[in-house]
């Protein structure tokens, strides 16, 4: 019996990630997310606390969220059986999450909404295993927010996309890393964003901007994506069928859908063998559009001292797009680094049938990179590999607050 | 009785400032009608042995055309209003309750469907009550001997088992929900609100001490509803699972309506989705008719539309009322298990819909 003392010490020193018993912890953890008082601190201590339905934060202000680190304070949802995100927050003001990790959610890992100023920062979301489409949508999740940052985070494994802002405005993402996501980054229908100093490695897609028909935010643009290490996003698509990015073709480095007044810039886009850049209208989604306002036309979209690499294969993507590349462009081991889709909103074109200048899309002093106009409108009949006619340069100014 | 009440009310509020005052803590900026109670014996609402949920005077019962599936719990509503004062009628959204109203819904499971008599399990009562600061939610779980229920923020769970209608036996985990998650369905432009009581979801009988009688003539005569005449002149909802108060798509949509609509709606927690599914929305898009899913996940079951006509099978609407995975299901609270008799309505509609 003396002993027993000495064990429990010896067992406390050796489990430096003690496993706590979840209904405790779950309990603990709500009714302190409840009961903070604004501007008060709630911090998890290191360990690998198992978790069995959401977390949640409801209508409060100045709050800090702080795990012990990174991998140190590990909140794991492995068999949720209640809820569908890890942890929510929403109509609130000025939160923090930082220093921990969230773990195998059943649906996404941190949504956050109505939330005016929501920073994650050292925060990981993962989903451990295999990557499959059983895992949750998205990793962090900010949606209808204001003043998002997104700063050195890590997000592996979301079957939609790793880190995600969703009819949002004034938005940051740095410093971050995204892998084997179906979407590595994804801003879409969101105002106002700057994508920097990320690496998005071996996802199906690295670095997305999607506007989407049917949503409340309807217009997003005014978007910055630079200084980004895109590489190696041939990850097999492994999204649940339905869902717009289930049809991202493997092999993309950067795929701006729809949106308008983006410029991508000084990227090292390497290895993403489809496409390393891709600039295409809604109806390449071949969805129905029943959105009367909606916008499926790219514009002013400007891509430019971008550095490209690819390996000397075929086009990566399956489905109808794979078929599209085999069987009727077929590039063969020659695809092109920059394609643009070429169906134009006639009313913003000239008297040539090129789009006046604050529609263009510009694609100049890139490196190494080769590009195709497929003409998708017309049935792919006159492809074009000539970068002549978007030697111009349309700049994107944004009013990021970070 | 109601202003002993109050004064009571004062003195323990007084005393708990001070207290809060000395201890150096700031009251909340917005101090509240009344701070929560830790038992549910405390509020007076109920006469006799409390398991009986008998209404004290001042207390009416209510119920629902079509309510919100709670996982087969029956569910037992009532209304204290404060003294010399009404409801002011509304033609659409929920009726204008007056401060210091309080709805108090008790979510009970009988042993037997079948068989009432053999007795019931009392698991929850939740409070909605209307205070200067906007509605505000409480949770009671009732104990095990069924002689009180205790407050409880954070949430809890607990085993059930009940003998359904086609006497099958059912174990559940059932779950109840804490303060947040309370506010995560009674959420309209990010302010609680309650859900049900509309006018439409009012308009129908209810079996009073006196005999049936149409809920909202009752009010009126009551002088507890002001701004309407005669019910006759209020809309009605349909019963759900009653062919004679509407057709199968009026049916369908009152369903989806209570099921789902309190998220999703232009101003709910599920705005960001597109998909509003009030009865009174006439977008067939918006409504799930071949809309594509916006943030569904593994939710889209690989499909493509939330609805396509004629076929329940490929509507991503169906999959996710049937599913009780916390990742695919929806509504995403405050369910174990698949409404299978909503579930057939709904499927039923979306065969015929052309």
Redesign the interface.
């Known amino acids: 019996m003396r002993l027993l003392p000495i064990l429990t010490l010896g067992a406390l020193v050796i489990c430096q990630q003690p496993v706590y018993a979840q ?1 405790d912890m779950q ?1 603990k953890i ?2 302190q ?3 903070a ?1 604004d501007g008060s601190v709630i911090e998890l201590p290191a360990g690998q606390f198992q978790l069995s ?1 959401t977390l ?4 409060k202000k100045k709050i800090l969220i702080k795990g012990a680190g990174m991998d140190k304070t590990i909140l794991s949802f492995k068999g ?5 995100e890890g942890l ?1 927050v ?2 609130a003001e000025d939160i923090t999450i930082r220093d921990l990790t969230v773990q195998d ?4 890992g941190i949504k956050t ?2 939330v005016k100023g929501i920073a994650f920062k050292q925060v990981k979301v993962e989903w451990t295993g295999p990557p499959v ?6 990793g962090l ?1 900010p ?2 927010c204001r003043q998002v940052l997104i700063d050195s985070c890590i997000a592996i494994g979301a ?2 996309a790793g880190l995600y802002v ?2 949002s405005s004034d938005i940051v993402v740095r410093n971050c890393i995204a892998k084997n996501n179906v979407a590595g980054i994804e801003i879409e229908n969101s105002l106002h964003a700057e994508v920097y100093q990320n690496e998005a490695l071996e996802n199906t897609g690295g670095i997305l901007v999607f506007d ?1 028909p ?3 935010q309807k217009k997003g643009g005014y978007v910055k994506v630079y200084n980004n290490n895109i590489h190696h996003n041939n990850f097999p698509n492994f999204a ?5 990015v289930a049809k991202v073709p493997a092999g993309t480095g950067v795929m701006v859908l729809a949106t308008s007044h983006v410029e991508v810039y000084n990227n090292k886009i390497h290895y993403n063998n489809s496409a390393g850049t891709a600039i295409i209208s809604y109806f390449m989604t071949e ?2 559009i ?2 009367s306002l909606y916008d499926p036309y790219p514009s002013n979209v400007y891509v430019h001292d971008n550095d490209y690499l690819r390996d000397r294969v075929r086009f990566q993507g399956k489905g109808r797009m794979g078929m599209m590349f085999r069987f009727k462009l077929r590039f063969g081991k020659n695809v092109p680094h920059i394609i643009y889709d070429g169906i134009l909103n006639q009313e913003w074109t000239d008297g040539n049938g090129r789009y006046k200048p604050e529609y263009r899309i510009c694609i100049s002093d890139n490196n190494n990179a080769s590009f195709a106009n497929l003409d998708a409108g017309n049935k792919f009949k006159n492809v074009s590999r000539n970068m002549d006619l978007y030697d111009c340069s349309n700049p994107v100014a944004t009013t990021v607050s970070y | 009785m109601q202003a002993v009440r109050h004064i009571v009310f004062c003195v323990l509020g007084a005393g708990l400032l001070t207290v809060l005052l000395a201890s150096g803590l ?1 009251p909340a900026a917005e101090t509240p009608g009344a701070a929560p109670r830790e038992m549910l014996s405390e509020y007076g609402f109920f006469t006799g042995n409390m398991a009986d949920l008998v209404p004290a005077e001042d207390v009416v019962p209510y119920q629902l055309n079509t309510p919100l599936f709670s996982d087969y719990a029956e569910k037992s509503r009532f209304i204290q209003l404060p003294a010399d004062s009404a409801i002011t009628y509304d033609s659409v959204d929920v009726l204008h309750f007056p401060i210091g109203t309080t709805l108090i819904k008790t979510f009970w499971y009988p042993q037997d469907f079948r068989h009432p008599e053999k007795g019931r399990r009392l698991l929850e009562t939740r409070l909605l009550m209307h205070e200067t600061g906007g509605w505000k939610a409480l949770v009671y779980i009732w104990n095990e001997e069924q002689t009180d229920a205790w407050l409880e ?5 607990k085993p059930v088992s009940f003998t359904n209608a086609n006497g099958h036996t059912v174990s559940l ?1 059932y ?1 109840i929900p ?4 309370c ?2 369905c009674h ?1 309209t432009n ?1 302010v609680m609100t309650p859900i049900g009581p509309t006018a439409r979801q009012l308009n129908g009988d209810y079996d009073y001490a006196s005999g049936p009688e149409n809920q909202l003539q009752h009010w009126i005569k009551a002088g507890m509803l002001r701004g309407l005449d005669d019910a006759s002149h209020a809309p009605r909802a349909p019963v759900w699972n009653d062919p004679q108060t509407g057709t199968l798509a009026d049916r369908a949509r009152i369903w989806l309506e209570i099921n789902c609509a309190h998220c999703h709606k ?1 101003n709910g ?1 599920a ?2 989705s ?1 998909l509003f599914l009030l009865a009174s929305e006439k977008d067939p ?2 409504i799930g008719i ?16 939330d609805i396509v006509p004629g076929h329940p099978e490929k509507s ?1 609407l169906v999959y996710r009322m049937e599913s009780t ?3 695919i299901m929806m509504p ?2 405050s369910r174990k298990l698949t409404h299978k008799e909503g579930l057939e309505l709904v499927k039923e509609w979306i065969r015929q819909m052309k």
Not at chain 1, 240 to 244: D, F, L, Y
């Open positions: 209904q309990k709500q009714r997310l409840i009961m008082e339905s949640s934060l409801e209508g949720q059986t209640e809820g569908a929510r929403s109509n959610t059943k649906g996404d909404m109505q489409k059983e895992n949750g949508a998205y999740y949606v209808q079957s939609d969703g009819q989407l049917d949503l409340v649940p069928k339905g869902n717009t969805n129905p029943n959105d | 700031q923020v954070a949430g809890d769970r985990d779950s804490n303060l947040n998650q506010k995560g959420n990010e232009q927690p705005s960001t597109g898009v918006k071949r809309k594509t899913p916006v943030a569904a996940g593994r939710g889209s079951a690989d499909l493509q539309f991503i995975d916390p990742g995403e609270l």
